[in-house]
């Protein structure tokens, strides 16, 4: 019986997930553990709105199970030492430097955390991997925590562990939907009482048949398949979509068309400015990774491609902006709506906005930036460019490298702008009135939705020019 659940890492997946077990089993005492403080202070924060993690229903999730059964700590070696299970939910980004640089992932967090749970566990200890990770790295974990046990053999308090790996499938801005009602909940190992005991907290809310038990290894390959396969979808309807736009037809009904067939389905088939978040990238560089090092290089180049197109894909759109403001930007205004890599989250991890940003200032560009959710200096971090105060912002002319500034208001940062893209597909972006902000653009101006989201007749009608993801039409 678990009565006792540790987590190492309060972030994106720990935070969320964790929530909604403690919501689920009141019987058992959660505790997320980080390091960094003021992640910790912040899930603790009494004002539900200012949780390090914007998720649709996670402040009522918070409310009800914080401080009963939910805890949030920086004190990492009392959470291990109680715990009879250990997340592990630490950030694995892809190496920047030596061996597998650019593709591997960079596993010194998960290192550090099972050396934490080699030093500091009690008794018998659940390691739970929840991290994406690459495929065997249970095997490093198993090791540590192996030498662990050797080591702690003759001592009165010996420790034993059994390692697991429960992928998480939850997508950012439905966290909460995913993780109360799962497609499916994978827990890979060998141990089965250590698998049956993850299964009896999952029991509480998940039925029987959506839990499935497979050995571990297949567990860390099917999540890295999952985001493969789902990444390809969009690489897959985004290369059409470029040809759409070359021939005249609509990727919009296309998608409809193909994805009426059973077998294809209809999910995941909306092109867009490309595929950001924390995953897909990264899954796919490590699938790539795995294959070359497997010996595979036709494997390792056919995933390669999907990650190949997508960036090919947001200069695509960039260089289309570009060409359609008479083939230079240098001084001009883009608002850019929505910079997280999707709705509903404040996320901006691999976001098409950045790259998209990035190309665009290179040309010069003045960009107007504005998202619900995100964080001004979040952009800052992300485009290495300090914003410009509003006063200097209008002042800009001419420049060689551009600039940019935070508007609170979409239809401000649509103001004196030649042209409006639309990068994330926030509901209020699809609500605009665009009679009233054409008054304000300066002409010729544009419109590009890269999420084809507006009513192209009401751009038009309201004397705008309009380009949209994949229309050819
Ligand atoms: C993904 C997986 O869906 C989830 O199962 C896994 O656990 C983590 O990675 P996430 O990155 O949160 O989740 O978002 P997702 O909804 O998958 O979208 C990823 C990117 O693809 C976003 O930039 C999104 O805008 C884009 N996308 C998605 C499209 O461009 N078109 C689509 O049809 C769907
Ligand atoms: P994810 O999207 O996978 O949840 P995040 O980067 O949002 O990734 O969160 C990972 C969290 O793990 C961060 O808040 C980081 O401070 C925390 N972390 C990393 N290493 C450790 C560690 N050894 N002990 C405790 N927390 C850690």
Request: charged residues 25%.
């Amino acid at each position: 019986m678990i009565s006792n659940i540790c987590c190492i890492g309060a972030g994106f997946v720990g935070g969320p997930t964790m929530a909604v077990i403690a919501d689920r089993c009141p019987s058992v005492k959660v505790t997320v553990v980080d390091i960094n403080s003021e992640r910790i202070n912040a899930w603790n924060n009494s004002d539900l709105s200012k949780l390090p993690v914007y998720e649709p229903g996670l402040d009522q999730v918070i409310e009800r199970a914080r401080n009963r059964n939910l805890f949030f700590s920086i004190d990492v070696k009392s959470a291990i030492a109680s715990a009879d299970m250990v997340f592990i939910s630490v950030n694995t980004p892809t190496k920047t430097q030596g061996l597998g640089a650019g593709k591997a992932s960079d596993l010194r967090w998960v290192e550090a955390c099972a050396r934490q749970v080699a030093s500091f566990a009690k008794g018998h200890t659940i390691v739970v991997e929840k991290s994406t990770l690459p495929v065997r790295t249970a095997e490093v974990i198993q090791n540590i925590l192996k030498a662990a046990q050797d080591a702690s053999k003759n001592k009165t308090s010996s420790s034993t562990f059994s390692v697991l790996s429960n992928p998480e499938f939850l997508a950012e801005g439905t966290a909460v939907k995913d993780l109360e009602a799962p497609d499916r909940v994978l827990i890979g190992g060998d141990n089965k009482d250590a698998i049956e005991s993850l299964v009896s907290i999952y029991r509480n809310w998940v039925p029987e048949n959506k839990i499935l038990r497979t050995n571990i290894w297949s567990s860390e390959l099917a999540k890295l398949t999952a985001n493969a396969f789902l990444a390809q979808r969009i690489s897959s309807i985004n290369s059409i979509g470029a040809l759409c736009e070359a021939t005249g037809a609509d990727i919009r009904e296309v998608a409809r068309a193909i994805g009426t067939d059973s077998r294809i389905g209809s999910k995941f088939l909306e092109a867009g400015p490309g595929f950001g978040g924390s995953c897909f990238k990264k899954d796919i560089l490590n699938l790539v990774y795995l294959s070359r090092y497997f010996g595979l290089p036709e494997v390792a180049d056919f995933w390669e491609e999907v990650v190949k197109l997508n960036t090919w894909h947001q200069q695509r759109i960039s260089s289309i902006i570009v060409k359609k403001l008479f083939g230079t930007l240098s001084g001009k205004r883009i608002a850019i709506l929505g910079f997280a890599f999707k709705a509903n989250t404040n996320d901006t991890r691999e976001s098409s906005a950045i790259q998209i940003g990035k190309d665009l200032l290179d040309e010069g560009a003045n960009l107007a930036i504005h998202d619900p959710k995100v964080d001004p200096n979040q952009i800052e971090k992300d485009l290495g460019l300090q914003q410009v105060n509003k006063d200097e912002f209008e002042r800009i002319s001419n420049n060689n490298y551009g600039s940019w500034s935070f508007f609170n208001e979409a239809s401000k940062a649509c103001s004196s702008a030649d042209a409006v893209l639309i990068l994330t597909e926030w509901y209020q972006y699809s609500q605009i009135n665009w009679d009233e902000i054409a008054l304000e653009m300066r002409k010729p101006a544009w419109v590009f939705d890269a999420r084809s989201i507006v009513d192209s007749d009401k751009v038009v009608n309201a004397g705008l020019n309009f380009w949209r993801v994949g229309d050819g039409a």
